[in-house]
């Protein structure tokens, strides 16, 4: 009843408006017409747009938005300008080149028409001073035109005339965007989620899908708004009306001109009764909540005077468009309150403030009077107080199996001497508020003090580089609180401290002894980028270390800069240059974002639970689109594996990583929990808003459930050697082909599982291979891959005595027992063959793909060996069984388009199925189609469920809720999520089990609700093509499309440990736990 009275009235008050004014249509074009043309305002017309708000009053949110120095910031773009000196020869080139602004040719222009204008004969201080007294120029030659005794028509051609000399050829070229190579600025924090060299994108993206109405509301001409809008490409906004002193009424009404009452002649802000009066007439401010955007604190003022709210923005430390707009939506939280002592808004903070983004006290005037006192504290983000909720995150979150290898590698590195180990210099090259310092001296979150490998009387020198001017005291409090004194400061010129009003080095030491180690330590803080001041040549590095850092860089750019940074590229390269080679460096990143975040329990889609009746999408799909906001408009590089290659491409060698996870508590971690809130409404909640989603209801759930977070992040360690150095050991090229085959009379091993829970590392004397028989290959592994399933089966003694595998050569023959060897995803390369091998010249050298066991060599038929198609890298190729097991369980679904899937089980299987799934189903955007849900109970499996592109990610007692599914896989090995397949498939959907429950007796409940659904159950397994498909695949065809599917998918993301033979048993102790995926 109520939708269907709404519809009527809708219907019933825009064919009021087009009655009541002919000149408004829907088109977007037209829709610049001013407001008063668009709603003129008549007695009629008010008195029944009264009654009609009497009986129905919608509360409507409206967004006024002033466009000079709002839409765009003056100050960002006249430096853009400066910049180019393409625009230098301009007719309109300010002395330090570079185009002049919009408002410096405004101001210039007004110099001029004073001192020229024969009524007037201002001096520019004369002008200026109008401008601070009335707000603008325009108001104070109104008044002085009054004071000076002219009547209202000469007024009136006063003003034409100055609205068409000053705004008539004002150069806009300033707005064009500036070239950018894509490097950046160089002051990337990883906090400001704000400073996006995309700025402009975002806040047409904001507006453009503005579920509230919009005005622009100017005190230059229409004509000069329309020139900004069409060239800052806002041309598709669609507005309800411009305001502006040519058209607000009609540009000329008979009057005074004394504010007595009658309308005055070009209104501007200065007066808001008259210059708003049309606005107010549709949207009452006692009923509705008007927002003004405008950088001029006495035009918010003027506002507020009528009941008009204000957000300052463009000003230092201020908010920005879209943060307000955001805030405006309910995204993130914020206080727009226009008053003396508020902070000063930056654009984009504005325009997430009203759309809601950030949450905010918007209240009418009479309500916030009485409510004020009692209002809530409102999150403001601040720099200091973020690094020091996320430090303690970062400590407990840092893996100690990389601290270890990375602290074990420093000390025991093959070129360096005890001696050497009297001095280790460290640089931090994202210093913030210099917790690696502290992690270093102290240790913490079971990671042990670097230090503590230091004998007493040695020396430890860190360089931090920190660009933030914002986290300087607060630094030097720290080492001061750490027993740090400070010993000079200066500016850092050529390599060399000099005494210099600009301070951007300071020196600070701590001398060993009881109250401290015995270590002497000596930082040097510089207050710069990294990329802009590299590192003299006597100041070799043994460690390079960049704490939340990397995923901040495009990773050529990050890997180049490294290079320079250190003087890789300057240094080396003689014949000699072995003589004084540098050593390698370590490069160490942890807490490096994979791109992976979720709530912690996560929630799914939801239809019907909110006011609007919109789609509440899942946490999952929010997180992905706030992972392609970071990506899309901020620059962030959210997968590991690109840094990983970059670095490669430098020479560098990745020596370990670890998955390290943030794990956020609302209670525990309060602060940084309101922080990412803020980050999600700044960054996920405009992109949920662009799907036609409901963004503020999503903000809003989680404010009511304060869920945990989680965010994935991997810590790496690279070897960076000097780039003249030559590797002497094998060194893999692009194409797979190696310089130096392998000696092949060294010690062969291979893994072993012995008894249940137990595995080994048994050793082959290397002469048996060297004797390779008829059609044989000798293939030196690169690397293997663990099955998480089969596999584990055999580890913990879950299998019957069967033959290991039917269907692969060299399996079908031996069977299941202990002690057995076993696997089935090898990579290597082929460094011999026997002399019956046709193909030999051509395989020799080529990576290439077996199935068979863990081994550091193996000796295999040439028919089971599969070269590896260019481009594929070698942890993504070990993938390949395991996506053709992916592939065959979708296969064997017979997923029709639209159908919504459940995968049981986020192991190694079931990611790879979602990551299928994600590439060939289609979304819809109601989020009713096409959907894939996940389900597991181990949060780091459903976090990798979201990366590969699942729906939602969800804990399997949402099963209910979010289902009924067409289809649902199980892969998970559990009988309870076999039940619950069964339980959740709708009536006359499919099951297909891809699980091996091994030799373990399984309970289902299939009672007279199963016998009457005309549910399918199918099993699933890789080795065969299932009948039905014989006839259009062959296990060649199958190959050939997952080896697309492997280059596609890129499954080395999934990896989550590398571990030597040697460390075997840890490795499947680990995957037993459900610690690591792969």
């Keep these: 009843m109520t939708a269907s009275f709404s519809l009527k009235f809708i219907i019933s008050l825009a064919f009021l408006i087009l009655t009541s004014c002919l000149q408004r249509v829907q088109s977007s074009s037209i829709l610049q017409n001013e407001v008063a043309a668009v709603c003129k305002s008549s007695s009629t017309k008010a008195t029944t747009t009264k009654n009609l708000n009497e009986s129905f009053k919608p509360r409507r949110r409206v967004l006024i938005l002033d466009v000079d120095n709002t839409l765009y910031n003056e100050r960002e773009i006249t430096a853009d300008s400066r910049a180019s000196s393409a625009r230098t020869a301009d007719s309109r080139a300010s002395s330090s080149g570079g185009c002049l602004g919009i408002e410096q040719q405004i101001i210039a222009n007004t110099h001029e028409f004073g001192q020229s204008h024969p009524s007037l004969n201002l001096s520019p201080k004369e002008c200026d001073k109008l401008y601070l007294t009335h707000g603008s120029t325009v108001e104070g030659i109104r008044h002085l035109l009054l004071k000076n005794g002219h009547d209202a028509e000469f007024i009136h051609g006063v003003l034409r005339e100055y609205y068409h000399q000053i705004y008539h050829d004002i150069d806009m070229s300033c707005l064009l965007p500036s070239s950018d190579n894509g490097s950046g600025s160089g002051s990337e924090t ?26 622009f509301a100017s005190n230059s001409p229409k004509a000069h708004v329309l020139k900004v809008l069409s060239i800052l490409g806002l041309h598709n906004v669609k507005y309800e009306g411009i305001i502006t002193p040519d058209t607000a009424n009609d540009g000329y009404r008979n009057n005074n001109g004394d504010g007595d009452g009658q309308h005055l002649s070009y209104p501007t802000k200065f007066d808001p009764q008259d210059y708003f009066q049309t606005l107010l007439e549709w949207y009452d401010p006692t009923e509705n909540e008007l927002v003004l955007i405008d950088d001029s604190q006495m035009n918010l003022k003027k506002a507020k005077t009528i009941g008009i709210h204000g957000i300052l923005v463009n000003k230092p430390e201020a908010m920005n468009l879209e943060e307000a707009l955001n805030s405006f939506l309910g995204h993130i939280e914020s206080n727009l309150l226009t008053n003396e002592k508020r902070s000063e808004d930056d654009l984009e903070e504005a325009l997430n403030s009203f759309l809601g983004h950030i949450e905010s006290n918007l209240l009418t005037n009479e309500k916030r009077s009485e409510d004020e006192s009692e209002q809530k504290e409102i999150y403001k983000f601040d720099s200091v107080q973020y690094l020091q909720s996320k430090n303690r995150v970062d400590l407990a979150a840092i893996h100690p199996s990389v601290w270890q290898k990375m602290t074990k590698t420093i000390f025991n590195h093959d070129n360096t001497t005890n001696d050497r180990m009297d001095f280790v210099r460290i640089v931090d090259v994202g210093a913030g508020l210099l917790s690696m310092l502290d992690l270093i001296l102290n240790g913490g979150g079971g990671k042990e003090p670097l230090v503590g490998e230091m004998r007493d009387g040695s020396s430890l020198e860190y360089i931090a580089y920190e660009s933030n001017q914002e986290l300087l005291e607060t630094c030097k409090d720290r080492l001061i609180s750490m027993g740090f004194q400070e010993e000079k400061k200066g500016k850092l010129i050529g390599g060399k401290v000099s005494c210099d009003e600009s301070v951007d080095e300071y020196i600070f030491e701590r001398k060993g002894g009881k109250k401290s180690s015995g270590v002497n330590v000596k930082v040097l803080l510089r207050v710069k980028d990294f990329t802009e001041s590299p590192l003299k040549r006597e100041e070799h590095p043994h ?121 956020i508590d609302p209670n525990e971690n309060e602060y940084l929990w309101s922080t990412m809130l803020y980050f999600f409404g700044t960054s996920a909640a405009p992109e949920i808003m662009r799907h036609n989603w409901d963004s503020v209801g999503w903000i809003n759930r989680a404010r009511r459930n304060h869920p945990k977070i989680h965010v994935r992040n991997q810590d790496l360690l690279f070897k960076l050697p000097p780039a003249d150095s030559t590797d002497q050991k094998q060194s893999l090229s692009q194409n797979g082909s190696f310089s130096c085959l392998a000696d092949t009379s060294e010690e062969v091993e291979q893994i072993e599982f012995t008894s249940p829970h137990v595995v080994g590392k048994k050793r082959i004397n290397g002469d048996s291979f060297n004797e390779i028989g008829p059609g044989q290959v000798e293939i030196k592994s690169i690397c293997s891959l663990i099955s998480s399933g089969t596999e584990l089966k055999i580890f913990k003694g879950l299998f019957e005595d069967a033959a290991l595998d039917v269907n692969i050569k060299g399996m079908a023959d031996e069977s299941m027992k202990y002690p057995l060897s076993y696997g089935y995803s090898l990579v290597g390369v082929v460094t011999r063959c026997a002399a019956d091998v046709e193909d030999s010249e051509d395989l020799i050298g080529k990576m290439v793909f077996t199935f068979s066991p863990h081994a550091s060599h193996v000796v295999v038929d040439r028919e089971g060996v599969h070269v590896v198609p260019e481009g594929i890298r070698a942890e993504d190729a070990i993938f390949m069984p395991s996506v053709e097991t992916a592939l065959s369980l979708t296969h064997d679904a017979h997923l029709r388009l639209g159908e919504n899937v459940a995968v049981y089980g986020q192991g190694l299987i079931g990611l790879l199925v979602n990551g299928i799934l994600s590439r060939q189903q289609v979304q819809s955007p109601s989020g009713n189609f096409g959907m894939t849900t996940a389900f597991d109970t181990i949060s780091d499996r459903l976090a990798m469920a979201s990366t590969m592109g699942a729906s939602q990610v969800l804990l399997p007692q949402e099963a209910a809720s979010s289902g009924p599914f067409d289809v649902s896989i199980e892969v998970s090995g559990n009988y309870r999520a076999l039940q619950s397949a069964i339980d959740h498939t709708r009536n006359g959907g499919r099951i297909v089990v891809g699980s091996w429950y091994g030799n373990s007796d399984v309970t289902l409940k299939l009672g007279i609700d199963f016998h009457r659904s005309h549910k399918t159950i199918k099993t699933s397994q890789v080795s065969t093509i299932p009948a039905e498909l014989s006839t259009l695949w062959s296990k060649d065809r199958r190959f050939s499309f997952t080896w697309d599917l492997v280059q596609t998918l890129k499954p080395s993301a999934l990896i989550t440990k590398r571990v030597t033979l040697d460390e075997a048993q840890e490795a499947y102790d680990l995957l037993d736990n459900g610690e690591e995926i792969a």
């Design 543 to 663: 460690l390079i270390v960049g704490c939340c850092f990397a995923d901040l860089f495009d990773p050529d750019i990050l890997a180049t800069s490294l290079m320079q940074f250190t003087r890789r590229c300057a240094i080396g390269g003689g014949v000699d240059s072995d003589k004084d080679r540098m050593n390698d460096i370590l490069v160490y990143f942890p807490i490096t974002f994979d791109g992976s975040t979720q709530f912690l329990p996560p929630k799914p889609f939801s239809f019907d639970n909110n006011e609007k009746g919109a789609t509440i999408p899942s946490d999952t799909k929010s997180f992905q689109l706030y992972a392609d906001s970071l990506i899309q408009n901020h620059g962030h590089n959210l997968d590991p594996t690109l840094l990983i290659d970059s670095m490669n491409e430098i020479g560098a060698t990745l020596l370990t990583s670890a998955t390290s996870v943030w794990k």
């Design 190 to 215: 990883g906090y400001n989620h704000s400073a996006s060299r995309k700025r402009r994108k975002v806040i047409r993206d904001l507006l453009e899908h503005m579920p509230h109405p919009i005005y």
